[in-house]
């Protein structure tokens, strides 16, 4: 069973910085575009940032300059550097991927989700 797992949120002042890592486990044949999702109550949840396969990335206009998005595909893991951290940042950070299985069956697969709090 393929997995993700977040980890690096907490709770962080205005003007700080995070680092989030989302590693994919399990029976891996290739991994494509891997992206992190803001959930927020009362909201749908939105595209943060996202990458290809190939490294091209994508990001909300809220996070552009601030938010950087990256991967080590040998290790089969995204990550997000967030800096210049506002409060409006504030929300529950899932990754997301799209993974073909060692049993060749592709599928959107999400994490859990790890919480970030921006305030003084």
């Known amino acids: 069973q393929v997995q993700l797992v977040e980890s690096g949120g907490g709770l962080v002042q205005p003007g700080g910085s995070l680092r989030l890592s989302c590693a994919a486990s399990?029976?891996?044949?290739?991994?494509?575009?891997m992206g992190w999702y803001r959930q927020v109550p009362g909201k749908q949840r939105e595209l943060v940032a996202g990458i290809s396969s190939s490294g091209r990335v994508n990001y909300a206009d809220s996070v552009k300059g601030r938010f950087t998005i990256s991967r080590d595909n040998a290790k089969n893991t995204v990550y997000l550097q967030m800096n210049s951290l506002k409060p409006e940042d504030t929300g529950v950070y899932h990754c997301?991927?799209?993974?073909?299985?060692?049993?060749?069956?592709?599928?959107?697969?999400w994490g859990q989700g790890t919480q970030v709090t921006v305030s003084a």
């Open positions: 997301n991927a799209e993974i073909v299985a060692g049993t060749l069956t592709r599928g959107n697969v």
């Open positions: 399990g029976s891996i044949f290739i991994i494509y575009d």
